[in-house]
């Protein structure tokens, strides 16, 4: 049964070697069946390709040293299969993320009339006639006395050369996402589902669908901790929960430094909703799928920003951030595994028993 077992997750290691060269057309590692083992990255794979490759190559070897010798032990291989569930989950995660890129937005045009410049050269755009200078204004001060100093306090990052685009209706708004070539159903989806869009370096906010200074700040803050993960390569490889708890952690800071009884009002309201969903069994995994997360009927973003609070509040700000750094040079399971002392899984499992029991 345990041969089987080892068996299988290697062939599912080989799977995920496929997995990787769907995603980059450069070349990558293969699957060697005639040797056994992974052969060695080109030099020409990117750098999160190439970490999670050798986090692959560690574990296979665990494997096939136990199939080798018969001989294993319950703790290292449960470990192993842990890291395992890990990284294939965040090499999937990279193909999906790069089906995604051909057919959604990869970049955002040039929109705008004028613009002011906040801290570390990111710029404040009006994108339509209708912005007053006084949401600029305001953009620009939130930026430089709010959301800079909240990001960089909380992950150990400043965001630098983002543009921040103000549109002051849905029409305007709707018309720039037409730019990008995007279809009317997806334009529309956008547009009456969203508070924000991040691509990259560049931030729209529709500041139409906004109530008062309060969500000026958390939708500023939450929308550059995306840009700073994404200037640093975390963007496309961090978890959707940690990745959206993060920035749902640091939005919320920014409102609250405007207006804390509104936090305090939403914060009850969304873990009831969150309650009510675990007691009724529908409350998804950490690592549920795109698709899931769509179809779900609560605010599956609150879920991650939870679970990112919970595990800040146990481990401390500064455990987050040295997570956040080793993941920009290893493998993101490896560097979780180190940086807080258990595989991702198993938090992720502990923290939605956490909620259902």
């Known amino acids: 049964m345990l041969k089987t077992l080892l068996v299988g997750l290697l062939a599912w290691i080989a799977l995920s070697s496929g997995w990787l060269q769907q995603v980059y057309s450069t070349g990558l590692s293969v699957w060697s069946h005639a040797q056994g083992t992974l052969q060695q990255p080109l030099a020409t794979l990117q750098r999160p390709l190439i970490t999670l490759q050798q986090s692959l190559v560690a574990d296979t070897q665990v494997l096939q040293t136990f199939l080798q010798t018969g001989k294993w032990d319950a703790r290292p291989l449960q470990q192993t299969v842990g890291d395992l569930q890990s990284t294939l989950r965040v090499v999937q995660d990279l193909a999906e993320q790069q089906w995604l890129a051909r057919h959604h937005i990869r970049q955002l045009p040039q929109v705008g009339q004028s613009s002011r410049q906040a801290n570390a050269g990111i710029a404040v755009i009006a994108g339509d006639a209708g912005v007053s200078p006084g949401w600029v204004n305001d953009s620009l001060q939130m930026v430089n006395q709010i959301s800079l100093g909240i990001i960089y306090t909380n992950v150990h990052l400043q965001p630098r050369g983002a543009q921040i685009v103000l549109f002051s209706t849905s029409q305007a708004y709707a018309q720039a996402l037409q730019k990008t070539g995007l279809a009317n159903n997806e334009v529309n989806s956008i547009v009456e589902n969203t508070g924000g869009l991040t691509v990259g370096n560049d931030v729209w906010i529709p500041v139409y669908a906004l109530h008062g200074r309060a969500d000026l700040a958390n939708v500023l803050t939450h929308e550059l901790t995306h840009v700073a993960f994404n200037e640093v390569g975390l963007g496309g490889r961090l978890p959707t929960w940690i990745n959206e708890g993060t920035a749902w952690m640091d939005g919320l800071q920014g409102q609250s430094r405007v207006n804390a009884s509104s936090v305090r009002l939403l914060t009850q309201a969304y873990n009831r909703q969150l309650q009510q969903v675990a007691q009724s069994g529908q409350l998804l995994p950490l690592s549920a799928?795109?698709?899931?997360?769509?179809?779900?009927?609560?605010?599956?973003?609150?879920?991650?920003?939870?679970a990112?609070?919970?595990?800040?509040?146990?481990?401390?700000?500064?455990?987050?951030?040295?997570?956040?750094?080793?993941?920009?040079?290893?493998?993101?399971?490896?560097s979780f595994q180190q940086s807080f002392g258990e595989p991702m899984s198993t938090y992720e499992q502990k923290f939605v028993q956490g909620l259902t029991s």
């Open 289 to 306: 799928s795109e698709q899931d997360i769509l179809q779900a009927n609560y605010n599956v973003e609150w879920e991650d920003y939870i």
């Open 308 to 334: 990112v609070s919970r595990l800040v509040q146990a481990k401390g700000e500064a455990t987050l951030q040295k997570f956040l750094l080793r993941s920009e040079r290893e493998a993101v399971a490896l």
